[in-house]
Nanobody, 126 residues
């Protein structure tokens, strides 16, 4: 499966961006859709995810209340709406598909069978 991510850019602190990820095949019921990010010199970290069923959504604590994930739409796309961005949100953001996730769960762990899109860079200036 191919993933195409877009929407990154440069924004001032307090601003918003919307990231999009389009998959080459249906995601609903097959993959959990997740976003990860990786800042320079740091490990890749989980940001947000939506389960195969679409009923379970999870966020890392630092983005709760600011970021909103949506996924499994009819265009095989997912999005990450990011509001109130802060300089610490600066990173390359990666769309991810998890094929082994349980129906109603979202894992924050990277798996060997995951699919990845190319990163899209988000830079937040202070």
């Amino acid at each position: 499966v191919q993933l195409q991510a877009s929407g990154g850019g440069l924004v001032q602190a307090g601003g918003s961006l919307r990231l999009s990820c389009v998959a080459s095949e249906r995601t609903f019921g097959i993959y959990a859709v997740r976003w990860f990010r990786q800042a320079p010199g740091k490990e890749r970290e989980f940001v947000a995810g939506i389960s195969k069923s679409g009923r379970k959504i999870a966020y890392t604590d630092s983005v709760k209340g600011r970021f909103t994930i949506s996924g499994h739409n009819d265009k095989n796309a997912a999005s990450l709406q990011m509001n109130s961005l802060q300089p610490e949100d600066t990173a390359a953001y990666y769309c991810n598909l998890d094929p082994i996730a349980r129906w109603d769960s979202v894992s924050s762990r990277i798996g060997e069978r995951d699919y990845w899109g190319q990163g899209t860079l988000v830079t937040v200036s202070s």
